[in-house]
């Protein structure tokens, strides 16, 4: 598994050279716009109608299976508290 600053490194060298240079006070600040550019960008994802759009689909489209899935677990619990009541599990 990669350490953060080989991943930092491979995947935006350019930034990895960036701070690895810069003050303290510099890498505050970059860190404060860092945290304001991901609200911009969560407010963007928000606003984006298709993307809305289709994780309501997909939403809908996975219903059926987490229902099945619910159901089986409950189905399981169920069994093995009769069998731990029996004393058999």
Do not use: C, W
């Amino acid at each position: 598994m990669k350490s953060l600053e080989q991943q930092v490194k491979e995947d935006l060298p350019e930034f990895a050279q960036e701070v690895a240079s810069a003050s303290t006070e510099q890498l505050d600040a970059r860190l404060a716009q860092l945290a304001k550019d991901l609200e911009a960008v969560n407010e963007a994802k928000e606003a984006d109608d298709d993307l809305v759009e289709a994780r309501d689909v997909a939403k809908g489209l996975a219903q059926p299976y987490r229902d099945a899935k619910k159901h089986i677990a409950l189905k399981s619990r169920y069994i093995v508290g009769l069998l731990k009541d029996r004393g058999k599990a």
